[in-house]
C-alpha cells in the first residue's frame, strides 16, 4: 500500500487488530525465484490488501516465504480470510505463469495477533529489516521487495528512528528461511498472542 504513514497511530489494538503473518511455500521452494515473480507476489498482496480494506504496514517477500504486519482495523474480514484468499490468487496465478495448473504453492502459515506497542514495534522493525537478515542486501532500503525504503520515504524521521532502534533478536517468528535455496519444512502453522517481548 503506497500511501502516506499516518501522522498520528492508528487504534492498532482493536478488536479486528494488527497482525503479523508469515507464510511459507510447499516444501520452502524458490517458487518465486525470479524479480517477476516477486513482483507478483507482492504485487498480488497489495492488491488483495486494497480489496479487503487493510493497512500493510510492513512486508518483505522472498522466493520461499513472506512476512508482513498488517492492520484489520477499517475491516470485519478476519485475518484468516485473506491469507486463504491470497494464498488461492498465488497458486492460480503464478501456476498459470509457469504451466503447471493445480500445483500447490503456499503450504503453512503462522500468525500472531500484536496486541501491545512495544511489540508491534519490534515487529515492524523485523520486517522492515529482513532481507538484511537473509543476506539479500546490506541495507534494507536496497530491496526492491520490502517495505523499508517506503516507510523511510512516508513516516516521520522520529517515528523512524525509534522504530530502528527496537531490538529484534528475541522476537518470536518462524523465520528459519534460506532464501532462493529449498529447505524442508519446519513448525506447524500456529496462532498466538504475541503477549513477550
Avoid at 53 to 73: D, G, I, P, R
Avoid at 129 to 150: F, M, T
Wanted: with cysteine; glycine share 4%.
Amino acid at each position: 500500500m503506497r500511501e502516506s504513514w499516518p501522522h498520528a497511530p492508528p487504534h492498532y489494538f482493536t478488536p479486528h487488530g494488527t497482525c503479523i503473518i508469515t507464510a511459507a511455500t510447499l516444501h520452502r521452494a524458490p517458487l518465486f525465484g525470479s524479480g517477476a515473480k516477486l513482483d507478483l507476489l507482492r504485487d498480488t498482496t497489495f492488491e488483495l490488501a486494497r480489496n479487503y480494506a487493510l493497512t500493510l504496514q510492513a512486508w518483505a517477500f522472498f522466493s520461499n516465504h513472506y512476512h508482513l504486519v498488517v492492520s484489520f482495523e477499517n475491516t470485519a474480514k478476519a485475518h484468516r480470510d485473506l491469507v486463504r484468499h491470497l494464498h488461492r490468487e498465488l497458486a492460480i496465478r503464478l501456476n498459470r505463469i509457469d504451466d503447471t495448473p493445480g500445483r500447490r504453492v503456499m503450504y503453512e502459515f503462522w500468525d500472531t495477533r500484536l496486541t501491545f506497542e512495544k511489540s508491534w514495534l519490534a515487529r515492524l522493525n523485523y520486517v522492515h529489516q529482513n532481507a538484511v537478515k537473509h543476506g539479500s542486501v546490506r541495507v534494507a532500503n536496497q530491496y526492491a521487495w520490502c517495505s523499508a525504503a517506503w516507510f523511510e520515504s512516508n513516516a516521520r524521521s522520529g517515528f523512524v528512528k525509534s522504530v530502528y532502534s527496537f531490538k529484534t533478536d528475541r522476537i518470536k517468528v518462524p523465520d528459519d528461511f534460506r532464501a532462493g535455496r529449498d529447505n524442508s519444512p519446519g513448525s506447524k502453522k500456529r496462532c498466538e498472542d504475541a503477549s513477550q517481548s
